[in-house]
């Protein structure tokens, strides 16, 4: 009979312990013995019982820091806590949590072929990339070396969603786009995505999927995706702010197949020009007079906002679907040397969007003055 009762007692304090704290009621932890009373590990000052007539020269405990980030802790983070009552576990697993992350992007969720080949659905808004300019990767001989990167915001990992390569064929520019460096190398191969071509003077400038024919004659098998046009300001003698428009598809819901292989929304219709009413006009905002700068300038204040301080620059630009409108459809802001802030929305493909910055980047004759 007394070992019965010795049996429930152990069982029932053994199920008391779960609903119990052990960092505040010590007598029901089973690594304590019975007369045992923890004593903290350190006593903070305002807490003294005699705190007037205490040594001002006595030092105070080291407070708990980060592991990684060396920021203290506050008293009432979970890392403070159990680094308090065990001192010698590492806390490795716990070392992130007081590290401050941005929300999660509207656009996370979608994989990068969607956010590439489809334009970026209504209720997302608008989705930020950077256009880095990069060494030229080792296997590719001479150009210049371009990678897309989407911005998911402080304390997240960006994506890599394309790379481009630059350059020039009997004066003219033209542009490899692929998801990966290998589609730069060959057109055959599952990550290549398309091409950017341009006529001598950089007036116009063509945007093709992968069935762009680069040395035939004849007429191409397929429309461009997407066409973008300059007003030479060379025409100008005093020369102005550069003017450009694009021209895109109305696009259809094109569901995604499952396929390895990329494929984009349907071109621009045959004689698209005679067709404007299938067409999508996006039209360049006119720079604005800044007084302080004494300068024309872009609005770039909602950038501003987040962080990003965007410099002069002629290639930076603002589309929009109507002449004169206020939202913005494509945006290009120069954020350093290397260094372009790319903003897009619906109708826009990301494909479309890297292709019409990349004409923005590019020297032109017709824009020299």
Known sequence: MKKTNEFSVSTTRTYSSLYLNPLNHPSHCRSYSSDYVPKPHFEFQDHH?????????????????????????????????????????SLNIWDYSDSESAPASSWSTLPNKYLICRPLPLDVGRCTC??????????????????????????????????ALHKRRNGRSYFTIAQKVKGLLSHSDDTFLGTVTANLIGSKYYIWDQAYRHNSRAEQPKPPLAVVSYIPTITTCTGSHRSMRAYVPKHQYMPLKNTTQV??????????????????????KAPLYNKIS?????????????????????????????ENGSQTILQLGRAGKSKFVMDYRYPLTGYQAFCMCLASMDAKLCCTV
């Not at 494929?263 to 360049?284: I, R, Y």
């Open 49 to 89: 019982p005699d705190k007037e007539n205490q040594d001002a020269n006595a030092t105070m405990p080291k407070p708990f820091r980060s592991l990684s980030t060396h920021r203290v802790f506050k008293p009432s983070s979970l890392q403070f806590c159990m680094q308090m009552n065990n001192l010698q576990t």
């Open 130 to 163: 950077f256009i880095l300019k990069e060494p030229t990767p080792h296997g590719i001989s001479g150009g210049n070396f371009f990678s897309l990167y989407t911005n998911e915001g402080q304390g997240r990992q960006n994506r890599k969603l394309a790379v």
């Open 263 to 284: 494929q984009h929304v349907k071109g621009l219709p045959m004689k698209w020009e005679g067709k404007l009413d299938k067409v999508h006009q996006l039209f360049s």
């Open 294 to 322: 004494k300068q024309y300038e872009l609005d770039f204040r909602d950038k501003g906002k987040t962080g990003l301080k965007i410099q002069r620059s002629v290639k930076n630009f603002q589309l929009t679907l109507e």
